[in-house]
């Protein structure tokens, strides 16, 4: 652990320099968490830089991929990458990637495919697109999760697969806050590294985002395949705290780190984030705020929150919300809810196939 590390070794002396291959076998098994405190520390600064770099050299390497061009093509297009291809880059080696997540920006969906066809990457038809979000008042629902495209791909030679979501609005993480559980909502763009929920995720605790459909989607085995790795998925954020103080259906402001029901931004300073090439100038980032879907069990009726996105426009701020259902908001009896069950509004059958 970082508090154990002597600078010295990791620094060296000016006559005799530790090289860079001996920092990178040094820190291969720290968490993003880990390499921030280290990072704090000011000669560290460069040296941690380096090593995120070379993690994302070694996972592009480990799916034929050039570093340095697939992040300018990262840069040009507005993509990013999630799933756990980005995971492997906060906690190494819990899980090997096997596939590598790709999501861009409406729109960019042509660029990316093209840069992947010149890597040897073949796309596998059918791709699918959908055109089924309908405009409310509230703002879109039937979103599919946010996705409006999905392209496959494998490789010529080597067994390797790339997954492109084209986002169903201008930001690319729109699809990344429907994932089923916080624990998988991090990525990586061409100049740094996210963990959503920091929080949580270094003690290795996700919480579920309740979308409508969730148990029809998302198979049983999957809760099963996390608690091997070590990660509790939590069903309400009320197993770490008591939302006694709060009035039902409204927006808690305590304990937003940890809580599904607060609201949160991508500026509210609760994400962890590190640079990893910082001669690349910041993309004027489209603003996202969200609401995780939850359930919330009383005796006699369920309340149900979908998730909900807004995606503010860059000059104006002005905010489109997207969500799978059209009232994203429902209190039920418990009747009610088992005969619903199937609703067929917002319907999502993407989730148990592009999702990590
Ligand atoms: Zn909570
Ligand atoms: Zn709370």
Redesign the pocket.
């Known amino acids: 652990m970082p508090t154990l590390l002597d600078l010295k070794q990791l620094i060296g002396s000016k006559s005799r320099p530790v090289p860079e291959e001996a920092h990178d076998a040094m820190l291969r098994t720290l968490t993003l968490q880990d390499l921030k405190a280290l990072g704090s520390l000011r000669p560290l600064r460069r040296i941690i830089e380096l090593h995120i770099r070379y993690r994302i050299r070694s996972l592009f390497a480990a799916f034929q991929l050039p570093c340095g061009e697939t992040l300018d093509m990262m840069g040009s297009t507005g993509s990013i990458v999630s799933g756990s291809g980005a995971l492997d880059i906060i906690i190494p080696g819990l899980r090997v990637p096997r596939d590598l997540n790709l999501y861009c920006p409406r729109g960019s969906a042509e660029a990316v495919v093209k840069y992947l066809a010149s890597k040897q990457y073949i796309i596998q038809l059918p791709s699918v697109t959908w055109n089924n979000i309908k405009a409310g008042r509230l703002g879109r629902f039937n979103v599919n999760n946010g996705v409006i495209s999905l392209h496959r791909f494998t490789h010529v030679t080597k067994p390797t697969t790339v997954t492109l979501v084209e986002s169903a609005a201008s930001s690319p993480v729109l699809p990344i806050m429907f994932f089923h559980n916080t624990f998988l909502m991090n990525y990586y763009d061409a100049r740094e590294v996210r963990c959503l929920y920091p929080a949580l995720t270094f003690k290795m605790i996700g919480l579920h985002n309740r979308s409508n459909g969730f148990d029809r989607l998302h198979k049983q085995s999957l809760g099963i395949k996390w608690e091997r790795l070590g990660v509790s998925l939590l069903w309400t ?1 009320e197993t770490t ?1 008591s ?1 006694q103080a ?1 009035a039902p259906s409204t927006v ?1 402001s ?2 937003p780190s940890l ?1 599904q ?2 609201d949160r931004s991508s500026d509210d300073g609760l994400a962890l984030r590190i640079p990893f090439k910082t001669t690349v100038k910041a993309a004027t980032e489209v603003r996202l705020s969200w609401q995780l879907g939850y359930f919330r069990w009383a005796t006699t009726s369920v309340e149900y929150r979908d998730t909900q996105v807004t995606v503010h426009a860059p000059a104006t701020g002005a905010g489109m919300r997207y969500s799978n259902t059209k009232t994203a908001h429902k209190m039920l009896n418990w009747r009610v809810y088992w005969e619903n069950e199937d609703d067929k509004e917002g319907r999502t059958d993407i989730a148990n196939t592009s999702f990590p």
């Open positions: 954020c705290h939302h709060v808690c305590l304990h809580c029901r607060a």
